[in-house]
């Protein structure tokens, strides 16, 4: 499976309890979290997430934070094997895609994962690794 997937932005305070209140309004909304990235600075933490209901997510996340931000991104499935990751960025290379961002999971009990990808162009990058 690989698409073009709507990703939120939250800023959030860097500080204890953000993330849980976050997380917690999503739950009670019954929207999952599919895949999620963050990253702190010293006064804020950018969430990044990818989840099943966009939609309804941003709603919530808009009444509870400052700012949202809706990207697209390639949300992909990939062998969870050495190497796997190389051969995409390889892939990319050859067809002069850049990489903005990329954040992906995988447990040693399972045989796929998951990859978040944004590029400079979504579309070749679809067609790059179709």
């Given at each position: 499976?690989?698409?073009?997937?709507?990703?939120?932005?939250?800023?959030?305070?860097?500080r204890?309890?953000?993330l849980?209140?976050?997380?917690?309004?999503?739950?009670?909304?019954?929207?999952?979290?599919?895949?999620?990235?963050?990253?702190?600075?010293?006064?804020?933490?950018?969430?990044?997430?990818?989840?099943?209901?966009?939609?309804?997510?941003e709603?919530?996340?808009?009444?509870?934070?400052?700012?949202?931000?809706?990207?697209?991104?390639?949300?992909?499935?990939?062998?969870?094997?050495?190497?796997?990751?190389?051969?995409?960025?390889?892939?990319?290379?050859?067809?002069?895609?850049?990489?903005?961002?990329?954040?992906?999971?995988?447990?040693?009990?399972?045989?796929?994962?998951?990859?978040?990808?944004?590029?400079?162009?979504?579309?070749?990058?679809?067609?790059?690794?179709?």
């Open positions: 499976m690989m698409k073009i997937e709507p990703q939120l932005a939250v800023f959030l305070d860097n204890p309890g953000m849980a209140k976050t997380c917690q309004e999503l739950a009670k909304a019954k929207i999952n979290i599919l895949a999620l990235s963050v990253l702190d600075t010293i006064d804020h933490a950018v969430v990044r997430m990818v989840v099943d209901k966009p939609k309804e997510a709603q919530i996340l808009t009444r509870q934070h400052a700012v949202v931000q809706r990207r697209d991104v390639i949300f992909m499935d990939v062998p969870n094997a050495v190497g796997a990751l190389a051969s995409i960025a390889e892939r990319l290379t050859q067809a002069g895609i850049n990489v903005e961002y990329a954040y992906c999971t995988g447990s040693p009990a399972q045989s796929g994962g998951a990859l978040v990808l944004r590029t400079n162009d979504l579309e070749a990058t679809i067609n790059a690794l179709s």
